[in-house]
C-alpha cells in the first residue's frame, strides 16, 4: 500500500490500471515502447478509445465535457499510462486550442469547435512559428486582409508540427502592419486547411519521419466569424495558450517514458552492474521525480482557475533538457550499438535509442528555445535586467 495516497485515490490508480490493461492495444503498447511513432491513425484510435471512457478531456471543466480531475488523479493517470506505454495525446486541439477557446472564444465557437475536438472530428495544428519568427515570435509576418465577410490569409508558417493530418489550423496572423509596437496588430485565426491556396510540405526529420511541416497560404480564405476574440488583439491569446503548451510540453511524461525505456534495456544490457552507470542512472530518476511534484504545483494552479505565471517556463526547461540526458544515457548503455539505426533487440527487450536520441534533440527548441525560457525567468521572475 503505498501510504503517499488516499483510498480514494488508491481506488482511482486501480481503476486506472484496469482500463489500461483492458483497453489499450498491444501494438500501440509495443510502438510506444520502442520509440516508434503511431502515425495519426494510431493517435485518432488513442483519441477514441479515452474519449468512449470520459477519460479524454482531464483538465477541461465539466461544463464542456471534460474530466476536470484534481492535480493528483491527473498524476496518477500519466503515471499509469507511463508505465503502460500509453500514447501521449495529440495537445494542439485537447490541451491548447480548447482552453484559449473556453476562456475568449464566442458562445458559438465553443459550442461548435469543442464537442468536435473531443469527437476527433476535427484534427489542428498550431500556425506560430515563421522563418524569422521562432523565438521572436511577435515578428511573424503572414498577413490577413479582410475581403467581405473573409480574412483573406497570406504568408508562411514552418516547423508545424503534423500539418499534413490537420483539418484545420489556429493561427497568429498580422491584421494591422501599421501598429506602432510588434506585438499589437496580431490577430487569432481558426482556418480550415482543405482549401485552395493552402500547400503543406512536410519535412524530413533525422529520424526518418515527418512530423514537421511547412505551410504556405497563398490568398487563403476563413470566415470574419473564425476570429478569436478581438481584432488585433491576438497577443493576449498568444501569451495565454504558450502557457498551456508549456505545461503540457513540461509534463513528465516526456522523461518517464524515456526513464522506462533506459531501466528496461539498461538492465537487460546488465549495465547496472556498473557502479558508474547506476549513480547517473539514480540522478535521472531524482530528477524525473523532482519534476513531477513540480508538475503537480502547476496542474493544480490551472485546476483552480488561475492564471499560469512566468515561472511556469520552469517545467518547459526541466523536463525538455532531463529528456536529453536520459536518451544520452541511453547511448551509452548501448555502447558500440549506440549508433545502430534501428531498434536493438535484448532479450524481450525492443528499443530504438538512436531515434529516442533524434527525438530529444529538438525538445529543447520548439515551444519557445530554453534560452527564451531562462530569459523568461530571469526578467519576470528574478527581476533581473534584459
Not at 153 to 178: C, E, S, Y
Not at 192 to 218: K, S
Request: hydrophobic residues 40%; contains cysteine; negative net charge.
Amino acid at each position: 500500500m503505498d501510504l503517499n495516497y488516499s483510498v480514494e485515490e488508491q481506488a482511482f490508480r486501480a481503476e486506472v490500471q484496469e482500463f489500461l490493461a483492458q483497453k489499450l492495444p498491444k501494438e500501440m503498447s509495443d510502438a510506444i515502447r520502442v520509440g516508434r511513432e503511431l502515425g495519426k491513425e494510431g493517435h485518432e484510435k488513442w483519441h477514441g478509445i479515452l474519449n468512449d471512457q470520459g477519460w479524454l478531456a482531464p483538465n477541461w471543466p465539466k461544463e464542456f465535457g471534460g474530466c476536470e480531475w484534481n492535480a493528483v488523479q491527473r498524476h496518477i493517470f500519466e503515471e499509469e499510462c507511463c508505465r503502460a506505454n500509453a500514447p501521449r495525446i495529440v495537445p494542439f486541439g485537447l490541451a491548447m486550442l480548447a482552453p484559449v477557446l473556453q476562456k475568449f472564444g464566442s458562445k458559438e465557437q465553443q459550442d461548435h469547435y469543442l464537442p468536435r475536438i473531443l469527437s476527433g472530428e476535427d484534427w489542428w495544428c498550431q500556425g506560430y512559428s515563421e522563418p524569422g519568427a521562432g523565438s521572436d515570435l511577435a515578428s511573424l509576418r503572414t498577413r490577413a486582409g479582410i475581403d467581405g465577410d473573409d480574412f483573406v490569409i497570406n504568408g508562411q508558417k514552418t516547423w508545424t508540427t503534423m500539418a499534413h493530418d490537420a483539418t484545420h489550423m489556429f493561427m497568429l496572423v498580422r491584421t494591422d502592419p501599421g501598429a506602432p509596437k510588434k506585438q499589437q496588430g496580431i490577430s487569432f485565426l481558426l482556418a480550415p486547411m482543405d482549401q485552395p491556396g493552402v500547400d503543406v510540405r512536410p519535412i524530413r526529420t533525422l529520424a526518418g519521419e515527418y512530423e514537421f511541416c511547412e505551410v504556405f497560404f497563398d490568398n487563403a480564405r476563413t470566415p470574419c466569424e473564425n476570429l478569436v476574440g478581438e481584432l488585433n488583439k491576438g497577443w493576449t491569446m498568444a501569451k495565454a495558450l504558450l502557457s498551456f503548451e508549456r505545461i503540457f510540453i513540461g509534463s513528465p511524461s516526456l522523461a518517464q517514458n524515456a526513464l522506462g525505456q533506459l531501466e528496461s534495456f539498461a538492465r537487460c544490457r546488465g549495465a547496472f552492474d556498473d557502479p558508474v552507470f547506476c549513480d547517473r542512472f539514480a540522478q535521472a530518476a531524482l530528477d524525473v521525480e523532482d519534476h513531477a511534484a513540480l508538475y503537480a504545483r502547476f496542474a493544480d494552479q490551472l485546476k483552480r482557475g488561475e492564471t499560469l505565471g512566468a515561472d511556469v517556463s520552469m517545467l518547459k526547461i526541466w523536463v525538455t533538457e532531463c529528456f536529453q540526458r536520459i536518451t544520452e544515457l541511453m547511448i551509452e548503455a548501448a555502447g558500440p550499438d549506440g549508433g545502430t539505426i534501428s531498434p536493438l533487440q535484448i532479450g524481450n527487450v525492443s528499443v530504438d535509442v538512436l531515434a529516442s536520441f533524434y527525438k530529444a534533440r529538438p525538445t529543447t527548441i520548439y515551444g519557445g528555445s530554453n534560452e527564451i525560457q531562462r530569459n523568461i525567468l530571469s526578467k519576470a521572475v528574478l527581476g533581473l535586467p534584459g
